[in-house]
């Protein structure tokens, strides 16, 4: 039986989440939750999507998330294409958004914090973020005055998965089915500002920090890869399965793993149990924000298939 890290992606998160926050957290839902290690907190939430609004060439959306249902000021600060701008938002509701999963195996839940879609405006002359992330947080209604870390989030399009195909001329080699959450989310990926929802963006000095090194912003990066292994039991009892997981690897900023969870399990347990220990002995090298490591987050994606 064969198994393999099929892909690792680097995933920057904003600092208000700081990970720990908004991260979504499966609790003895799906099988092998309960060996994860639940992600810290550095800051109240994190910006975990940002995308173009269709039709309006300076209008961004963007999600944060928390680990707690909370209302906050923040502000976020970007490199864009262009410059440096800074965005306040007064009031960001962070919500619990518990998403209901069916799996190849068990129906199940994830506690969830995140915000509905937010939005602001950048000016057309700035082009487009490059790095993006949750500077200060404070009070809903107050300006933002604690400082969180650049944990940034650098917008990219992910590419579609490919479709597995399976050959079925051998005994039970079946492919399993997809995750699929089943309730909505109050984070739409399509929504549309309403007016005077949108805040707008205006241009600031590049931050000295930033000019201490020629590269201010580097992903978290693999050092030594301990690859997944296809689970000897399945293999045993002739079931021959092809599956992938996505571990969310929360990192210090020394690159050490400190929290780690199933972003997209399979719903088998024995596949799910030997990605979260594979992406946990890898080791890896921290993320650089403004020039200094920071925390961060590495997504570690195995994919298992029959020999």
Wanted: some cysteine; glycine content about 8%; proline content about 9%.
């Amino acid at each position: 039986m064969i198994a393999m890290v099929r892909r690792f992606q680097t995933l920057s998160i904003g600092v208000l989440l700081g990970l720990s926050i908004v991260a979504s957290l499966p609790r003895n839902a799906a099988a092998g939750q309960s060996e994860q290690k639940p992600l810290r907190t550095y800051c109240a939430g994190r910006i975990i999507a940002v995308s173009r609004v269709g039709g309006a060439a300076s209008i961004w959306r963007y999600e944060l998330a928390g680990d707690v249902p909370a209302a906050l000021s923040v502000q976020l600060t970007m490199q864009t294409t262009q410059g440096w701008y800074r965005v306040v938002a007064p009031i960001v509701p962070l919500l619990q958004d518990n998403g209901v999963y069916l799996s190849a195996e068990a129906r199940y839940k994830r506690f969830q914090v995140h915000s509905p879609a937010q939005f602001f405006e950048l000016p057309i002359a700035a082009g487009r973020p490059k790095y993006i992330w949750v500077s200060k947080v404070g009070y809903a209604g107050e300006a933002p005055n604690m400082p969180c870390p650049a944990m940034w989030l650098a917008p990219e399009k992910r590419a579609a998965k490919p479709v597995a195909h399976v050959d079925r001329s051998g005994p039970a080699r079946v492919a399993l089915d997809v995750t699929k959450r089943l309730n909505l989310s109050v984070y739409d990926p399509h929504a549309r500002p309403a007016v005077g929802a949108v805040a707008s963006a205006v241009a600031i000095p590049e931050p000295t920090s930033a000019t201490t090194c020629r590269k201010p912003f580097i992903a978290a990066k693999l050092k030594n890869v301990v690859a997944p292994s296809y689970p000897a039991l399945y293999a045993q009892i002739g079931e021959r399965w092809i599956a992938a997981v996505g571990v969310l690897v929360e990192l210090a900023p020394d690159g050490s793993v400190v929290g780690r969870i199933l972003e997209s399990p399979s719903g088998r347990k024995l596949f799910d149990e030997n990605a979260l220990s594979a992406a946990s002995q890898t080791t890896y090298t921290p993320k650089i924000g403004l020039c200094l490591p920071v925390p961060g987050y590495y997504i570690y994606e195995a994919e298992y298939g029959p020999q």
